[in-house]
């Protein structure tokens, strides 16, 4: 039996901003998280500002859609030719989408950038978020021009351009950020569990929101006619959100993973990240001492007393073993770049 008319325009239209909603209070609980955490206190107010402008956009939007609802399920209640016509909300969906994801896809090539120290990759996964933003921009405001649903053909390259890259940047970033973290893996059970938990965050950075993304433009190509499009394009920018504040939030799990109980501030940690390139050449007790004193500055600068902290033990399993030189440099190294990397949310 076919759906009704009914259940395609104002039922897709519900599900849209039902889901939406769900995914706000996620969002909602995860910044409580974030602002009542201690690591909030250590990130550089670029963050801090990006999440608050995440927030409020997200607070906006879904009154927006609220609003929506209303205006379809009570102001035009049973005027499905009230769905012909496209207002303000519709241009105004694309653009704050646009937004969320480009201040969340900025953040991630931050962490891809931090990580790798690939220039070329990040250009070109950061032309890509830009002209993703472009494109839903110009979608927005091209379909608030057009004024009427039978109008949306010439729309729909401009749709296809804006979520095609955005979900280039999406899979490009996670891709990155798997790739380098596999590469990282040494074979020392504590070291690698952190570094698992690492990989599976950044598979979930890209999945949904490529889903979403996917999902929205299919079924504008393809189902225009109903209002599918809207249960994958109203919640999609709380997918941003969320990503962002669960990485922001995961910090202190994946430290506990490693058994780590010491963070270290931004400053430091780039310091230290600058160094990398040269690792290749430092010598384990090198290793060891440079990171134990980049712990004791912060907890110096931070609490007012000195106090040494073994940041990089090795596993207990591994401790014990005598083994090669080499082996043992590339675990202390792994184990001070994934404490960089989570202190300052590169991966």
Not at 1 to 27: C, E, H, I, R
Not at 215 to 230: H, I, K, P, V
Not at 258 to 282: D, F, K, N, P, Q
Request: glycine share 8%; net charge neutral; aromatic share 12%.
């Amino acid at each position: 039996m076919p759906a009704s008319p009914t259940a395609l325009l104002v039922g897709l239209n519900l599900m849209g901003v039902l889901f939406n909603t769900l995914l706000y209070g996620l969002v909602l609980g995860q910044f409580l998280t974030y602002f009542n955490g201690s690591s909030r206190t250590k990130d550089p107010a670029w963050i801090r500002a990006i999440v608050w402008m995440l927030l409020i956009l997200d607070t906006i939007h879904s009154g927006v859609e609220f609003y929506a609802v209303w205006d379809v399920a009570v102001t035009n209640y049973g005027d499905l030719a009230s769905f012909a016509i496209v207002n303000w909300v519709i241009p105004f969906t694309a653009t704050a989408d646009a937004v969320a994801a480009l201040l969340t896809q900025a953040f991630l090539l931050y962490r891809v950038h931090s990580l790798t120290r690939n220039v070329a990759l990040v250009a070109f996964l950061g032309t890509t978020s830009v002209l993703s933003f472009a494109f839903g921009c110009t979608a927005g405001i091209y379909s608030g021009i057009l004024g009427t649903v039978e109008k949306f053909p010439p729309l729909v390259k401009w749709v296809i351009l804006w979520l095609s890259f955005q979900s280039v940047s999406d899979l490009g970033i996670s891709g990155a950020l798997i790739f380098s973290l596999i590469r990282s893996r040494t074979g020392f059970r504590k070291t690698d569990a952190m570094i698992n938990r690492l990989i599976y965050g950044a598979i979930e950075t890209g999945v949904f929101a490529s889903v979403f993304a996917m999902g929205d433009l299919f079924s504008f190509t393809f189902f225009r006619q109903s209002n599918l499009y809207l249960t994958f394009a109203y919640p999609i920018g709380r997918i941003y959100t969320n990503t962002l504040l669960h990485v922001l939030n995961s910090r202190d799990s994946i430290r506990m993973t490693g058994g780590m109980a010491t963070a270290i501030s931004l400053g430091e940690v780039l310091t230290e990240g600058h160094t990398r390139g040269r690792s290749a050449a430092t010598t384990p007790s090198d290793t060891l001492s440079n990171k134990q004193s980049i712990v004791f500055r912060q907890q110096n600068n931070g609490h007012g007393h000195d106090h040494d902290t073994s940041f990089v033990d090795l596993d207990d399993d591994a401790s014990q073993m005598a083994g090669p030189k080499e082996s043992m440099e590339r675990d202390r190294k792994s184990r001070i770049m994934v404490a960089v990397e989570e202190s300052v949310h590169v991966v």
